[in-house]
């Protein structure tokens, strides 16, 4: 079972149902979860680097509370705020599953098709391409 559950959260409406995905795989296995949320920042060649659209403060304070909502439903629970540069996500998810020593990624998908996802280079897609664990993606 997996004992140790790595979930990426963007808080989209897809997140939060990978977010539900591993409160029960948690609970079933009595397991224990690391939420992670990493705010892109993008570089242009004429400004410099964009600040990402959420503040660090707001951001952390999403990731205390629903780390805070897993603690309350049963669920051992840690929660990560970090900046990444974009198209730089799904490698960080992956470090941060090794660093973890997680048994299971679990994160959200745009409902993209393979084909769409391999085009247009989703972050699922790329995670799920990286990984040397077990990803589930919840549509």
Request: hydrophobic residues 45%.
């Given at each position: 079972?997996y004992?140790?559950?790595?979930?990426?959260?963007?808080?989209?409406?897809?997140?939060?149902?990978?977010?539900?995905?591993?409160?029960?795989?948690?609970?079933l296995?009595?397991?224990?979860?690391?939420?992670?949320?990493?705010?892109?920042?993008?570089i242009?060649?004429?400004?410099?680097?964009?600040?990402?659209?959420?503040?660090?403060?707001?951001?952390?304070?999403?990731?205390?509370?629903?780390?805070?909502?897993?603690?309350?439903?049963?669920?051992?629970?840690?929660g990560?705020?970090?900046d990444?540069?974009?198209?730089?996500?799904?490698?960080?998810?992956?470090?941060?599953?090794k660093?973890?020593d997680?048994?299971?990624?679990?994160?959200?998908?745009?409902?993209?098709?393979?084909?769409?996802?391999?085009?247009?280079?989703?972050?699922?897609?790329?995670v799920?391409?990286?990984?040397?664990?077990?990803?589930?993606?919840?549509?």
């Open positions: 079972m004992d140790r559950i790595l979930v990426a959260m963007d808080y989209s409406e897809m997140s939060e149902r990978a977010l539900q995905a591993a409160r029960e795989l948690a609970l296995s009595k397991g224990e979860v690391w939420l992670l949320h990493l705010r892109e920042r993008e242009m060649a004429a400004a410099g680097m964009l600040p990402p659209l959420e503040t660090y403060s707001d951001a952390e304070k999403a990731v205390e509370t629903t780390v805070e909502t897993l603690i309350q439903a049963g669920v051992k629970a840690h990560e705020v970090r990444t540069l974009f198209g730089h996500t799904a490698a960080d998810i992956v470090h941060d599953a660093e973890h997680v048994d299971v990624i679990v994160m959200g998908s745009r409902g993209l098709t393979d084909l769409a996802g391999l085009v247009l280079g989703s972050t699922a897609h790329k799920i391409h990286l990984a040397d664990r077990p990803v589930l993606v919840v549509r």
